[in-house]
């Protein structure tokens, strides 16, 4: 007869394993792996070939500017060679129109001088009316102890009345130490002096000769109207230096 046993039955859980999956993980793995660098290689390059072109696009417009600026350069120095042969060859040109720029603004400085002169004729104040002495000049000539002398009398007024008179000129200064004043006979000139007539103005000039021994110091210039004994002006100017006579 059978006899009765009892079972202890276990539950048993069948897991069904796949033996491809593993591999199937380690397959995207390599290409994840594999994919993130060739990406960023991709990448790389791609930003690496803009920034190349950028880069040679500025390289092309670097030379061009240096190309525009040595054509610059070059047609500087042309240019700095041509005016140096010009300055070569019209040193002398230059030199003269040098000269001439000297004497017009000598000439122009001149006229503005005679300008404002010829103007202070026309207004005449409380003060300086009347007949007056601009100026006296004195230059030696190549005949030694002989001098020119310009001695310029203006009248400065409204009406302008004719003016005359006469121009006495003496030479004051000193011979063997000794004061001495030199009469216009003694210069060679009129003892009488010279005559005057203007309304404006007059340059009275002459020479006169100094005699061998006289150190001359002024010159002394006087105006007598006419039909007056009396100077109306009587000035001095010193004798230049440079023209003492010994």
Sequence with gaps: MPSNHSINRERVRVIRENRWLPLWYAFGLALVLI????????????????????LQEQMERVQEEQASLQQRIDGLLQERA??????????????????????WREANE????????????????????????????????????????????????????????????????????????LTSDTLGLDNNGQALGFRYFQHLTGSLEVPAGFAAEQL????????????????????PSSNTTN
């Design 35 to 54: 994919a993130i660098p060739a990406a960023t290689l991709y990448v790389t390059r791609l930003q690496l070939g803009e920034d190349y072109r950028l």
């Design 220 to 239: 002394r210039a006087r105006v007598y109207l006419a039909g007056n004994n009396t100077p109306l002006l009587d000035e001095t100017t010193a004798w």
């Design 82 to 103: 041509d005016l140096e042969v010009a300055s070569q060859l019209d040193r002398a040109a230059l030199q003269q129109l040098r000269s001439r720029l000297v004497e």
């Design 110 to 181: 001149l006229l503005e001088e005679q300008t404002q002169f010829y103007m202070s004729l026309m207004n005449p104040t409380a003060t300086n009316a009347g007949v007056f002495i601009e100026s006296i000049e004195i230059r030696a000539t190549s005949t030694p102890n002989r001098y020119d002398y310009d001695v310029l009398v203006a009248q400065r007024t409204l009406d302008h009345q004719g003016v005359t008179g006469r121009l006495v000129i003496n030479l004051i200064g000193r011979q063997n130490g000794s004061p001495l004043t």
